[in-house]
């Protein structure tokens, strides 16, 4: 096996650890060892892990409340993850978080955030700080495409762009009907990923191999610039295709709503939807 | 040395910025135009543009950038021009700041300072003149000051700036031109505290931020009639100092409450309650409050005045709260 081959495997060992715990939550969910609301990564393993192959370990992560994925693709262990979710004071957020809100401040995972665009802020705030402290950091920003009606993915988009700062911006078009209504009955024009891509939005931008929908810019004034930095990862391009490009080939799976919280997808004895 | 208010703020605000390379300054006009009540007027020249931040009219989003930012290593300062435009922000202030280190059990900090102006007075109508401290003050993971005399505005904002998690500052729009006495070398007093800024007893007075000037005038009427009204600066509205509080009801044995929000749900409420709840038997009167009419706050000099609380009101207060004399 090359280089390559072992980073594909690697890649998908994640992909594949990111979808048995899934389905272990589900069950435990039905069981009602896990309560509250549970929103599962099911098919989205490959954005978590390929994106995150991008990141290195001083470059910060702020996510959803559909997190597990990108927690466990961070480097999380799923035993902390899991005992979170069970409440217990072993748990990654000592159970005060639960499944919305798993937190990892060592490994800069910091945290799923259940209102929907509201990580957004505090992601250009995190790249603001690695900006005025001249640290070559990035800061990843998980959202699912409703996040893109909310004012503050606008305005997150533009004062990151404004202050150029180094904000890596991954939105997801998971199913055509996040809510319980269709996007087409809330939005202006057809669904889809490609019109995130409006004035302000992020570019699918091809940056050094990695494929990532980017907002602001890698670089500024302070920041040495990512290509001197020295990477202990294969620099070669995941086979995840970019965020965008994935939203866009699996929005199909719109039927099949994989969030437990819904009551849907297992029949879960009791109905906690958010919507 | 005399100082206004306003200068005091922005002594503050230049002080942290020389002790501490991760203060820095944001919020909307804060830089070229020196802050919509210049209390950061001549920063910008003298700390530069990445310290002093003017940003975009996106209260929720530059908000959540100055948490982004405490939460990465930085002490942000970020000026919100007005509480009522703090709505806009509300989400990232209850839904963030206040919850990231209980939720992240212990992990997260939040070390930022929100200031904003507060109250009426100013006749600027129902959009721009609320005092609605209250809600912050309402919520855990968030502590909340009013400074009310020139002094404590520059002392406790430099101790905002010192504490680990997210405070909010509420600075009356009508203090900002008043006068007093700044020294800026003398030790500060804890800002957590609620102070007695006049010593009487025959009442207690409790008021805070741009109600506390209103108090003290009605105190000097009320000892012009032979009564000794004493005043507490409540100064931190979360939590609150009730042993201060509640230190003075035992003396006097009657209060009145001075809140320039509306009565209903108000801090005022929250004060009454727990003087009842724990010295009942201290008092000798129902506990009065003297608030703003349930109503917008008109724009009309005439109705604007009839809104607010005013020295009269609060005189009548007390004078109730006294009963007829024996
Ligand atoms: C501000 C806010 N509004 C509404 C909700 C309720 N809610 C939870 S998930 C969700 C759908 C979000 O869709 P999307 O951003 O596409 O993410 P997905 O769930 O599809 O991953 C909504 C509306 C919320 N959590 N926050």
């Known amino acids: ?275 | 040395m005399r100082a206004t208010y306003r200068e005091a703020v922005r002594s503050a605000l230049r002080t942290a910025c020389r002790r501490d390379e991760r203060v820095f300054l944001l919020g909307e006009d804060v830089g070229r135009y020196g802050g919509a009540y210049a209390c950061s007027l001549g920063l910008l020249e003298e700390f530069g543009e990445a310290r002093v931040r003017d940003t975009p009219l996106a209260e929720s989003t530059f908000v959540g950038a100055a948490i982004g930012a405490a939460i990465g290593g930085m002490r942000p300062i970020v000026e919100i021009m007005t509480v009522n435009f703090s709505l806009l922000a509300l989400d990232q202030i209850v839904n963030n700041a206040a919850t990231l280190r209980h939720m992240s059990g212990g992990q997260i900090s939040v070390p930022v300072v929100i200031r904003m102006a507060t109250g009426g007075g100013r006749q600027l109508a129902a959009q721009h003149s609320h005092s609605l401290e209250g809600w912050y003050a309402h919520v855990p993971g968030l502590r909340v000051l009013a400074p009310g005399t020139v002094q404590d505005a520059r002392d406790m904002l430099l101790a905002a700036i010192e504490e680990p998690d997210p405070v909010v500052v509420v600075e009356h729009q009508f203090l900002y031109p008043m006068e007093g006495d700044l020294d800026e070398t003398a030790p500060p007093v804890s800002p957590w505290r609620a102070l007695v800024r006049r010593a009487g007893k025959d009442l207690t007075i409790v008021a805070w931020g741009g109600s506390l000037p209103k108090a003290l005038a009605a105190a000097d009427v009320l000892a012009r009639e032979g009564v000794d009204a004493e005043v507490i600066d409540l100064r931190c509205l979360r939590p609150i100092d009730f042993p201060t509080v509640l230190a003075s009801v035992a003396r006097t044995h009657r209060l009145v409450v001075v809140d320039e929000a509306w009565r209903t749900g108000s801090l005022a409420g929250e004060v009454v309650a727990r003087v009842a709840e724990d010295a009942l038997y201290d008092l000798d009167a129902p506990p009065m409050r003297v608030c703003s009419a349930e109503v917008p706050i008109p724009y009309a000099k005439h109705l604007e005045d009839a809104a607010l609380p005013q020295v009269r009101q609060i005189v009548e207060a007390a004078r109730r709260a006294r009963g007829p004399r024996a």
Request: hydrophobic share 35%; aromatic share 6%.
């Open chain 1, 1 to 275: 096996m090359n280089d390559a081959q072992r980073h594909e495997l690697e890649l998908y060992r994640k992909m594949l650890l990111i979808r048995r715990f899934e389905d272990t939550c589900a069950e435990l969910y039905a069981a009602e060892k896990i309560r509250g609301f549970l929103h599962l990564y099911n098919g989205e393993e490959a954005v978590a892990v390929g994106s995150m192959c991008a990141l290195e370990p001083e470059d910060a992560v702020v996510a959803t409340y559909r997190e597990h994925g990108h927690a466990l693709a961070r480097g999380l262990p799923p035993g902390a993850i899991m005992a979170e979710m069970f409440g217990r004071a072993n748990g990654c957020a000592r159970g005060r978080g639960g499944s919305m809100h798993l937190v990892d401040v060592a490994r800069r995972f910091y945290g799923g955030f259940a209102i929907v665009g509201g990580g957004l802020p505090l992601a250009v705030g995190l790249a603001l700080a690695d900006k005025l402290r001249g640290l070559a950091r990035v800061t990843a920003v998980y959202f699912g495409d409703g996040a893109t009606e909310e004012g503050e993915f606008h305005e997150s988009l533009n004062l990151a762009a404004l202050w150029k700062l180094p904000v890596l911006s991954i939105g997801f078009e998971r199913t055509r009907c996040t809510t319980q209504t269709a996007t087409a009955r809330r939005r202006r024009s057809r669904a889809g990923s490609s019109e995130i891509r409006s004035p302000l939005s992020p570019r699918a931008s091809s940056r050094k191999g990695r494929s990532t929908a980017q907002c602001g810019s890698s670089s500024s004034e302070r920041c040495p610039s990512r290509s001197q930095r020295p990477s202990a990862r294969p620099r070669r391009a995941p086979s995840s295709p970019s965020a965008t490009s994935l939203g866009m080939s699996t929005h199909a799976r719109c039927d099949d709503a994989r969030d437990v919280s819904r009551g849907r997808a297992l029949g879960a004895p009791h109905r906690v939807s958010p919507r």
